[in-house]
């Protein structure tokens, strides 16, 4: 089934704990085998439990596409050395924007930055993902990768996200934009959902119109 329904360390917020791209779904090792294994049959990527920094909030601290991964400055070297023998271009995000996976919102087709990020470190995502940057906000929201959820077939946003936000995301990511909530009304879709090109998980909350939003917005149906 590509879109299953769980929660990571007994929160609905899947997308704050977890990170997936079409290569590798990375999770705490808190994660147990038998929702490790569910990740896995919905994402159809291997499940790789690991912290960043001793930290459990992957999805909040690690921006990832298929070929590289942006992540906190104080990631350890064991860490980013687990990323690299996935395959990762690897690099740091140092400041107060080192929540990568909040500030960066990316596929493998461009990559959509906070608007307070420096020219420097907009070109070092750039460079560690491979793709296009601009910078900007979803529904006025700074941190736009807890506002949205992106793979490479579709991009789900916060509701209040205007048509000059989407259509920026869309030339972007190469991607149709929707809007949509999650976990019962809950604005923060980058928080509450995580996915790739092959499937995605929910929180437990989250409401069957919700889900079928999901479905059509990430073309997983």
Do not use: W
Request: one cysteine or more; hydrophobic letters at 45%; aromatic letters at 4%.
């Amino acid at each position: 089934m590509p879109l299953v329904q769980i929660d990571l360390n007994g929160s609905p917020y899947v997308g704050v704990f977890g990170r997936a791209s079409d290569r590798v779904a990375l999770v705490p090792p808190s994660v147990p085998e038998d929702l490790q294994l569910k990740l896995k049959e919905a994402l159809k990527v291997d499940v790789v439990p690991m912290t960043l920094g001793g930290s459990n909030i992957l999805g909040s601290v690690v921006a990832m596409n298929s070929r590289g991964a942006v992540v906190a400055d104080f990631a350890g070297e064991d860490e980013i050395a687990v990323l690299e023998k996935l395959g990762l271009k690897v690099g740091r995000v140092a400041g107060k924007f080192n929540a990568a996976g909040n500030n960066i919102l990316c596929n493998d087709h461009g990559a959509f930055l906070n608007p307070d990020f420096s020219k420097q470190a907009e070109k070092s995502v750039s460079d560690v993902l491979g793709v296009p940057v601009e910078r900007g906000t979803l529904a006025g929201i700074k941190t736009v990768g807890s506002a949205a959820c992106v793979t490479q077939k579709g991009v789900l946003c916060h509701p209040k996200a205007n048509d000059q936000e989407l259509d920026l995301l869309e030339g972007l990511l190469k991607v149709e934009a929707d809007i949509g909530t999650v976990n019962h009304g809950a604005p923060f879709i980058g928080a509450g959902l995580l996915a790739n090109s092959f499937g995605a998980a929910v929180g437990t909350l989250t409401t069957g119109p919700e889900l079928n939003r999901i479905e059509n917005a990430l073309n997983l149906i």
